[in-house]
């Protein structure tokens, strides 16, 4: 029954507490696959009395997904949630604003970690929690994007400073914006999102 409870927080892409959920699920789903893999192969020694059979191929075939699996839990452990402090700060502000939580974008050069990110219309905002945010290349990377996918007249702003992005929250919600135009950038962001 723990471990259901463990996984069932409906932590979505975007949503409160996605990258701590995601790490327990990846962490769990890794040790499972080599489990299998693991019993597999003990299993074939002992019916075999030896190494050399069937059970041993797939065994090794079993370790190309835990593999893989391990690789997504790395991932997933490097990053932290968004901290109880900035999500009961940040709710006080977010009425009639589109915001995702926990987000990390990855470039060919740099990772960049958004702990909250608010749309309205073409107007993006986001907070980190991290020292090292090279606010420049996060503009350049997420314009990028947004531009390949078609929405051309957008606005970045990225906040190391809770207080002043929560009085740029308070100035989104006087924006008269397109909803329509606000989804699909939302949507962008959650797809480009580790």
């Given amino acids: 029954m723990k471990l259901i409870r463990m996984f069932s927080t409906d932590a979505y892409k975007g949503t409160k507490y996605y990258l701590k959920t995601q790490r327990k699920y990846e962490i769990f789903r890794t040790i499972l696959y080599f489990a299998i893999s693991l019993s597999l192969f003990i299993a074939g020694w002992i019916t075999t009395k030896s190494r050399l ?3 041993t191929v797939v065994a090794i075939l079993g370790c190309l997904p835990a593999c893989k699996s391990v690789v997504g839990m790395i991932m ?3 990053y932290k ?3 109880e402090k900035t999500i009961t700060e940040v709710e006080k502000h977010c009425e009639g604003i589109n915001g995702l939580y926990d987000l990390v974008f990855t470039s060919y050069d740099k990772t960049f970690q958004v702990a909250h990110m608010s749309v309205k219309g073409n107007t993006i905002c986001g907070y980190t929690e991290t020292e090292k945010f090279d606010e420049n290349a996060f503009y350049k990377h997420i314009d990028g994007i947004l531009k390949a996918d078609g929405f051309k007249e957008t606005t ?8 002043k992005y929560t009085e740029r929250m308070e100035q989104l919600k006087q924006l008269n914006a397109e909803e329509r135009l606000t989804e699909g950038i939302v949507s962008t962001l959650k797809s480009v999102s580790l």
């Fill in 76 to 78: 997933f452990i490097r």
């Fill in 81 to 83: 949630s968004c901290s």
């Fill in 156 to 163: 970045i702003k990225a906040f190391k400073d809770l207080n």
């Fill in 53 to 55: 059979n069937l059970l």
